[in-house]
Structures are given as C-alpha cells and as structure tokens.
C-alpha cells in the first residue's frame, strides 16, 4: 500500500512535469521555441515534438500500456541527453537532467505495479 502510493507520487511528479513541458512545445510558446531552436531544432519541429512527447504521456498514464509509455519516455528522454552532450551542455543540471526525470517515471512505475517489479527485482545483499 505504501509503495503504491509512493509510486503514484512518483509517476504525478514525472508526469507533471512532463506535461508542463509539452504543453509549452504544443502552443508553440515564444521561450520553449526559442530554447528548442538554441538546441539545434528547426521552429517547425516544436509541435511534432510536443505530439511525441504527449503521446509517450499518454501511454505511461494509460494503466494496459504504462510500461510501453516508460520505455518510450525513456527513449524520448535519451534524445534529449543525445542533444545535451552534443552541446556540450553542463552535466549535472543539463545532461543528466532527463535522467532525473526517468528515474521518476520508472521508480514511480516499479513501485505501483508489481509485473515490473517481477521483471526488474530488486537484490539486497548482490
């Protein structure tokens, strides 16, 4: 019960933050099309990504299909630390930042469903 709980606050706080970010790509919002371009993307591109990136939320939040909306998140998630690196952007607060966010969206899951904590135990003691 505990765990489950924990894991849904886990997955509110990656998916809110997720959302928050998409929602500036989908209205083409003057600072998110900006950031976006300064990181190499053309302006055209911003909706298309916010479409992906929506549609990976989409499949997370979906309770059949949470793992599939993980491992696309996660894939979603790396382009950006592709993009990171290429730029040679800080580690800490650049780079490794969609690895924050990953380690929410598959804490939160692994703690809510126990298929995935079947399939990715957990080994004290290893």
Do not use: Q
């Not at 055209?44 to 990504?49: H, P």
Request: glycine share 12%; proline share 5%; hydrophobic share 55%.
């Amino acid at each position: 019960m505990r765990a489950n709980r924990t894991g849904r606050i886990l997955s509110i706080i990656a998916v809110a933050f997720l959302l928050f970010d998409c929602i500036g790509k989908l209205l083409e919002v003057a600072p998110v099309v900006a950031g976006t371009t300064a990181l190499g993307f053309p302006a055209g591109a911003v909706f298309t990504i916010g479409v992906i990136e929506l549609l990976c939320i989409v499949a997370y939040v979906v309770p059949g299909t949470s793992v599939l909306g993980a491992v696309l998140t996660t894939g979603y998630l790396g382009g950006a630390i592709a993009t990171h690196l290429r730029l040679d952007n800080p580690l800490l607060t650049h780079t490794l930042f969609p690895i924050y966010v990953a380690l929410f969206v598959w804490g939160g899951l692994f703690l809510r469903d126990a298929g995935v904590r079947a399939f990715l135990p957990w080994r004290a003691g290893r």
